[in-house]
């Protein structure tokens, strides 16, 4: 029986939430995927196998215009900024405006400040162990793919001797922050054998299709790894300088600009 959830009287974020607690692993197709998803849901997944196909890109340049739509409204649609021309980009192409584009959401996302807490950056060095020990896997789909779907397999125990394989949401919930407290989405529950069976194989023939592009896969390179350390702000070693002038910063913005006087004016010109 299917369960509508509008992230109103029910959120993507709460009904994940309660689905997972009896689930072994979940597999994810979303047209969007960045870090503010799997914060919101860490606790609940710092135990699963996560495998995540993502069918589109936010345009890496559009991303500072993207987070000031977002503060005027929470609810902005991610298409507008995806990447012009994605289908024509090869693999290599694809992959690299992936990563620029999960780095600088990351860097200039408007949910920064929430990164700036000890918690936080304790996901992400989780988020990063998960890549590392093989239990997250990161795809591109094939073809540029719209469709939202999350496949929570049961665990045994939970499963009634395969009576209740899993769990199945889907509507149009990007694995994204916004995704899973928007209001303007719309998703539905399927906890039946048939319609697990059906996405299941849905998703695995497209996770399977030959010209997926990886991002980071069990047994893989560590390309993806590499890039978020070289260019994720948590990474980087500030200069005594840049401290100095963030000292600054948080002392003296928030003065009133037109309180300041110059030397020329105070000396009458002198």
């Known amino acids: 029986m299917a369960s509508i959830i509008d992230n109103r009287k029910k959120t993507m974020l709460d009904s994940l939430k309660n689905s ?22 860490a606790e609940e997944l710092k135990d699963k196998k996560i495998r995540i196909l993502v069918g589109n890109t936010i345009d890496p340049d559009a991303i500072n ?3 000031r739509a977002i503060k005027d409204n929470f609810d902005e649609s991610l298409e507008t900024y995806a990447v012009r021309g994605y289908s024509r980009y090869n693999n290599s192409q694809k992959k690299s405006a992936y990563i620029d ?15 700036d807490s000890t918690d936080s950056q304790v996901i992400f060095k989780m988020f990063l162990e998960k890549i590392k020990n093989g239990t997250l896997e990161i795809r591109l789909t094939a073809n ?3 469709a939202k779907a999350y496949i929570l397999t049961n665990l045994p125990e939970y499963s009634c001797f395969g009576d209740q394989k899993g769990v199945v949401f889907t509507g149009s919930s990007n694995f994204t922050y916004n995704g899973l407290l928007g209001q303007g989405e719309m998703n539905e529950r399927f906890s039946d054998n048939t319609k697990y069976d059906e996405y299941m194989q849905n998703f695995e023939d497209l996770w399977n299709d030959s010209k997926t592009v990886d991002i980071c896969i069990n047994g893989g390179n560590n ?11 948590i990474f980087a070693q500030p200069t005594p300088y840049q401290i100095f002038i963030r000292i600054l910063y948080a002392m003296y913005n928030s003065i009133d600009k037109t309180s300041v006087i110059s030397p020329a004016e105070i000396t009458n010109g002198k």
């Open 65 to 67: 215009e993207l987070c």
């Open 101 to 115: 584009s999960f780095v600088n959401m990351f860097n200039k996302s408007a949910l920064a400040e929430e990164f």
């Open 20 to 41: 997972l607690k009896q689930a072994e692993s979940v597999d994810i197709l979303t047209a969007f995927f960045y870090f503010s998803g799997f914060n919101a849901l």
């Open 144 to 146: 540029q793919n719209h």
């Open 223 to 233: 390309d993806f790894e590499e890039e978020l350390k070289k260019k994720l702000w």
